[in-house]
């Protein structure tokens, strides 16, 4: 591999990262109090795209993972451990900082 291909992985994973996050905080602060709370659907129908896109871009998420992780040599348990990162609020967050520091080009 070379490095550009490892660097533009690395960058796919945290942008990835930060926006399965912020939807990630978005369906949970946002959609599932306005859904179940609020019983705001019926008037506001339009924020139905927030599970939406969260589905399909964690699914991209997974196979960003994926890809750093095999590039990088990774341990099955961080591949699994960054997968779930991608389920808790916040943790997405946590987990792209601490491969960055770890595989991020050196400055």
Known sequence: MTETTSTGALTRFRLLAVLCGVNLLLLVFGYMP??????????N??????????GYLYIVYILT?????VQKRMK????????????????????????TKKYGPAR
Do not use: C, M
């Open 34 to 43: 306005a859904k179940y709370i609020f019983d705001a659907l019926e008037n």
């Open 45 to 54: 129908g339009w924020i139905i795209f927030i599970p939406i896109a969260h």
């Open 65 to 69: 993972v994926l890809q750093i992780g």
């Open 76 to 99: 099955f348990l961080t591949i699994i451990a960054l997968i779930a990162a991608g389920t808790l609020p916040v943790a997405s967050f946590i987990a792209e900082r601490r491969i």
